[in-house]
């Protein structure tokens, strides 16, 4: 098959699931647009408002910061698990996959509910702590910073693992034979040979969970603080305190066009380079 030919397959396999999503996502994006630009002779006072307003720079700055530190330890996480796994046998790996995919079968907003009371000033870490050192521990590790990477983690690893796994099972294992007889160590192997390979998945992968993050609402919400408020809480802040529509339309188009800056370049580069 010539690459027109497969370039040409793949086009007319997706275009039904494409137009579907075109057609169930395009309404609700133009009616958000319109929302952002309605008033006075189609003004942009919304977006004027919020672009030069302290507390919308301050969400943009926490939301880039948390969704780039969570997809950096959900990768660390994640490219170790599928490390492990890539190194089972075929039967065993089905059966750890189906661990690695358990956290999908339960809601993220049970999975919040959860961590608090795994969490919490009382919860099942401080109680233990406490048990240990027989005295009253109360470690702050909910509604900060700390709590909510723990549940951005928890949700985005089984979402790196796919990618990179399938990277890792691709590579030829004589690859790693022609290296090991060269006399190269298995650090070596790692850096030179596992990790260059593995880069295709890597960066499907943490381009997948980025965006992903820079959209997170239930998780910041719930196990999040003041400190971490994101670009969809303000949002939803907006839209249902001070019901100010165009201002929340207006930050979700922002949202919007910051999720394609950063995904666009990525999926050319990914293109040009594999």
């Not at 004589?174 to 290296?179: G, P, T």
Request: glycine fraction near 6%; charge should be positive.
């Amino acid at each position: 098959m010539t690459p027109t030919s497969g370039l040409r397959a793949q086009t007319i396999f997706m275009s039904p699931g494409t137009m579907i999503g075109v057609a169930i996502v395009a309404p609700s994006l133009s009616y958000v647009l319109f929302t952002s630009v309605h008033g006075p002779d189609f003004s942009l006072a919304a977006f004027d408002a919020v672009l030069t307003s302290a507390l919308f720079r301050q969400s943009m700055v926490t939301t880039l910061y948390i969704a780039g530190l969570s997809s950096l330890l959900s990768l660390l996480l994640g490219f170790i698990v599928a490390l492990h796994l890539a190194g089972q046998p075929a039967r065993r790996r089905a059966f750890l996959m189906v661990l690695v995919l358990l956290p999908f079968w339960t809601s993220v907003l049970v999975k919040c509910f959860a961590f608090t009371v795994i969490l919490g000033r009382e919860g099942i870490i401080n109680s233990f702590l406490s048990w240990i050192f027989a005295t009253k521990i109360q470690i702050q590790l909910i509604f900060n910073l700390v709590g909510l990477l723990v549940g951005m983690t928890s949700y985005q690893v089984p979402l790196i693992v796919l990618p990179v796994l399938a990277s890792l099972l691709a590579i030829d294992g004589a690859i790693y034979r022609a290296a090991s007889i060269m006399g190269a160590k298995p650090a070596r192997i790692f850096w030179t040979v596992t990790v260059p390979m593995s880069l295709p998945g890597v960066l499907a992968g943490l381009m997948s969970i980025f965006v992903m993050s820079l959209g997170a609402f239930v998780i910041p919400a719930l196990l999040g603080g003041p400190r971490d408020f994101m670009l969809s809480n303000l949002v939803d802040f907006y839209n249902r305190q001070v019901l100010d529509w165009p201002k929340a339309s207006a930050i979700s188009v922002i949202l919007f066009g910051i999720v394609i800056a950063f995904a666009t370049p990525a999926a050319l580069w990914r293109r040009r380079k594999f």
